[in-house]
């Protein structure tokens, strides 16, 4: 009895040491895989530029003359002090009916898909009353998007504009597209817009705004 005895705890240390043995052996034995990352950021960039501008300007005489320029001006480097960096062109003196619209060409120089949008705001802001407040209240905006959908109101003032702030004009995702939109500004022909009767008037006003296109990246 006690020999079977023995036998058996016999047996079963020798099961169990077995089963010490092949749990340590798949400890020991091990594998491992290692992945290799590359990250790159991604580039965005902008390109703005002017392809065309066209319409009613005065001349020395303070005559009304059409022109069209088809002159590619770059903006991508714009500078405010710069006056060959300018969407605009409306020379020494502007009359009622004087009107210019600008076609824009945004490009994406980078690799990242964006959002882009326009702004209008005043370099100094005019004061109250001021015969500058008054113009700036005259002077009549339309945006025109790629599609050509207008996506100002009838009416849009450059103090409207600016309170509005930025306007979205679009996306643009893949690298090296381009799109083009309009800007334009115009002093209406129309009855009361030199002098509204009552001593407001507006000339010799002198009037600055600047104009930023932006990008944000798209989400």
């Known amino acids: 009895m006690k020999k079977s005895r023995a036998i058996i705890m ?27 990352n590359y990250l790159q950021a991604g580039t965005l960039d902008i390109g703005l530029a002017r392809t065309q501008l066209s319409g009613y300007t005065a001349d020395e005489n303070g005559i009304l003359q059409f022109s069209s320029d088809l002159e590619r001006v770059d903006l991508t480097d714009a500078q405010t002090d710069d006056p060959d960096d300018t969407v605009f062109n409306l020379g020494a003196q502007s009359i009622p009916g004087t009107w210019q619209e600008a076609t824009l060409e945004i490009e994406n120089r980078g690799t990242v898909a964006f959002d882009y949008s326009v702004a209008f705001f005043f370099s100094e802001v005019p004061e109250e009353g001021s015969a500058a407040a008054r113009l700036a209240d005259k002077l009549l905006v339309t945006i025109t998007d790629s599609k050509g959908e207008v996506l100002t109101e009838a009416g849009t003032t450059l103090t409207d504009i600016v309170a509005q702030g930025a306007v979205a004009l679009g996306s643009i995702s893949s690298p090296n597209a381009k799109y083009t939109f309009r800007l334009k500004i115009e002093l209406p022909l129309e009855e009361g817009t030199w002098d509204d009767g009552a001593g407001a008037t507006i000339m010799n006003a002198a009037l600055a705004f600047n104009i930023t296109v932006s990008a944000t990246q798209k989400v």
């Not at 016999?10 to 290799?36: E, G, N, R």
């Open 10 to 36: 016999s047996v079963v240390l020798a099961l169990m040491s077995a089963i010490i043995l092949i749990t340590a052996s798949v400890a020991l034995f091990s594998d491992s895989v290692t992945v290799v």
